[in-house]
């Protein structure tokens, strides 16, 4: 292996911390206040819970050859929800994170 291919691999396929940074861009992108912050941090918070839980107590009844896809629906419908929740709830809240959810 290179030393051009090593790093390679270091840097993408095995750096978590880089692979977990990319996830915070959207929150980072949105915290110009503290509502949109908390906003922010609140929906991601539900929705990591929620799935979480969901997928937790689902995972022996789905079969494995779907389970990635389930596992995508029952996301999406999390973030399906708290978007329109927000949108319900706060409009400018809404506008501030819409793109990013």
Known sequence: ??????????????????????????????????ENGLGMGLATTFVLVASGTLVSLLRRLIPRQVRI?????????????????IQAISLDLYNALGAFI
């Open 1 to 34: 292996m290179t030393l051009g291919q090593e790093f390679r691999k270091g840097f993408w396929r095995d750096n978590a911390v880089f692979r977990l940074l990319l996830g915070l861009c959207p929150a980072l992108a949105v915290t110009t206040s503290a």
């Open 69 to 85: 896809a389930s596992y995508i629906v029952i996301i999406a419908t999390f973030v399906t929800i708290v978007d329109y929740a």
